[in-house]
């Protein structure tokens, strides 16, 4: 039985990993980490992620949404910028469900909570 794992929260776009990035990366798939979902934090950090995913294709997949730390009172505007993501030519079919499904639900945890 060949078992692997996969991280489904991890911000490795953010700032503190861009000195060690490559090495991260290498210690997940040492340790067996072989899928490595990262969940968007706002609009300014999608150029980041997407650049990952892009590079690291079949290994970090990007979840596009906004996190309900970073909701201001701009939120509609910056979902609907986030939305027009989900059209974004280098973004294949399956991980546009899979970002569609995550902006929904990340969404609908904020509308709830007011």
């Known amino acids: 039985m060949n078992l692997s794992f996969i991280d489904s929260h991890a911000h490795i776009y953010s700032e503190e990993y861009h000195n060690i990035l490559d090495d991260t990366i290498k210690r997940s798939l040492n340790a067996k980490v072989s899928k490595i979902l ?53 973004i294949d079919r399956k991980s546009t469900r899979l970002n569609s499904s995550h902006l929904v639900i990340s969404y609908a945890v904020f509308c709830l909570k007011k």
């Open 38 to 90: 990262m969940p968007n934090i706002n609009l300014k950090t999608l150029s980041s992620m997407l650049k990952i995913s892009e590079k690291y294709k079949g290994i970090c997949f990007h979840m596009l949404g906004l996190h309900p730390c970073y909701v201001t009172e701009n939120y509609k505007n910056e979902i609907e910028e986030i939305f027009k993501f989900l059209s974004y030519k280098t």
